[in-house]
């Protein structure tokens, strides 16, 4: 893999007011974005970074999903082109960078080249992905789950939002035409720039983290049944208070990630009281569990001890606790050659860094299930995302631009053999 | 005191053939009751109430609250009357003896000293109070409350229902016109007949629990503030989760109760995540909780240990917690001499009985503060109560209703002295 080190930079002034431009497009007043995948805001951010693509001469393309592909040509067509890119939705009350830093700087690259008069050997392709965030349509990251195979298209296409509509509905609705197949572009190798949505580079003042992959994710859904009876009547060792159940889970499960740290987490993100009253014990709670590690053998171990633990409080308390999988996404490992590209690029540029698991889910999650794939994270304030507070700093997003710049011009210029046999 | 002994019994199997009969006044298909205070199935139980009592001979008055007092004279009208009775409402969801059995056993009363022709000293008084649940009103036990003036009529009058409906709007939709004004009869004694509500008569195998008094009460509404964060990229170290404080909370009010056991309880009955989603961490958490115990110290006590450790909890997890009193219920002691006489009513009736405190607040807590006043309780299957499946056996409300006709004869034939200087 090619190590040649460019002194070219992006123009950080442009990038940023780039994002700020188009953080128009279903801005909120809190100075957040409400865009929900293929909502009448982001068709217009669509038809937005279509021109601006079109304007830079990238050759512009749309899968069945509406995901946005926009091919710079290279000196060598016959090879694959090298990828980046992340997706332009928000949640309902998202941030100005989720997904959107991605995206513009990738346009930020293509827009340097070009000053440049840079042409790289292999094609470089900016992406915007159709449904990230999956605050419309489940699962998230659809679009591209269906281009590596991990869903049919038609059953994408049929899922719906809550008022009803189909995804094939709102992409009609946007008059969003398939220019080919999803699942037909192909890819080289992709390399995705996003914010970090947790705390550790900002805590540790480090400007790039380096992925070497994503966690696997087990999510579960819970119940826990005991009996409701009178609050005032019912002595204490009487008892079968299914809200106390969940006390005892929720504190196992903080011991149990604890046990298996730094990189285990587990969350009870929803918890609800059947028929809840101030003079009743809870007779039932439902409760939905999110654990998440870089091992799958981890994973394994805390689903383990922690069903030994539910089973005992079960017991214990005279309760009945189900615990049911719903999801599993296993560790996603991305390309040791990139990330250590990705790696070198920042010494070289300067820049502190850290190697880092992504604890969120991201497109190229799926996409290194089928291509050679890395990211590259910067720091956002206080780690909030998925929040109109969502922050990050000119600076920041210049330098992760820059590596990413650096490491795209090393993909695409790298010789033949280093990544297509 | 008087502690002459009859052996008139009442008729079982009209008590609970009349229990059946108005069972019907709001029926659900699953064998419960849905009568709520005022509502049309209300009205019909409230005139089936007045021509059972004016067939029986008793003259029929109602307070401004709807409040209805049934009548027998005695035989010294100058005595003040000794007073029976509990309600006729009912949870949305309610059981066929809640309060039902108090009202209906005091006609069973009448009925069997009419059939023997038994005319006591001081007259007796059969009571129907309104709104003694509070599903529709709130509070509950209102119209008790406002006779001993606890709450200015005009203030409970101008209270309303969920949709809007006042009590005064109520009372005229049933066409029930007062004809006294609420707080006016005077009441020589009050002896209430109720189901348990709570599991430890049935479990002990006793028939009667010789009510010594009424709970204090403390109502709280409490939240806790962490910060919401993803729950994929925060580390386990740096979460501030508000659910995970909740479970603490839960768990200490569970310990400080036990520890001021037996009669002391605990309980969080609402919680409450405030925009709750699977993969982020809880950032605030609204509870209520609810404490009782006979004693006011004991209350002080938990109150005073529960704060402690709240602030603890509070620092060691970086939340913020509050804790609001909404309401305090002092504790409400039965007057001895009364309680005594229904423990040896019981003892002469060979009925297996045990002292017990009443973990629900019930009409008689509210007489107890003017009146001389006790309560007789009788086993409920399972001690299910506000639930379709409430249940009592004929044979304990029959022993029930026998142990209020000997105690209301003792006192309604006791020396003037006795009770009234």
Redesign the interface.
Known sequence: MGTARHNLRVDGARLWSTLMETAEFGATPAGGINRLTLSPEDGRVRDWFRAACEAAGLIVGTDELGTQFALRPGRDMTRLPIATGSHLDTQPTGGRFDGILGTLAGLEVVRTLNEAGLETEAPILLVNWTNEEGSRYAPATMASAAHVGTFATADILSRTDADGVSVAEALGRLDIVATEPTGARAIGAFVELHI?????LE?EEKTIGVVEGG?G?L?FDGTITGF???????????RR?A??G???V??AV?RI??AH??S??????????GA???????GRVRF?L?I?DPRAATLDAIEGELRTTLTEIAARRSLAITLELVWRQEPVPFDPGIVALVERGAEALGLPHRRMV????HDACNLALRVPTAMIFVPCKD?????EAESATSADCTAGADLLLQTLLSLANAPRATLQG
């Open positions: 970090e949505q947790g705390p550790i805590a966690q994710i999510w409701e009876s009178h609050a005032g009547t019912t002595p204490m060792p009487r208070d809200l106390l969940l006390a005892e929720a504190l903080e990630a604890h740290g730094p285990a987490v587990g969350t009870l993100g929803e918890a609800v009281i809840p009253s101030r003079n009743v014990i809870p939905t999110d998440r992504s604890g969120a889910s780690g909030i995302s998925h929040n």
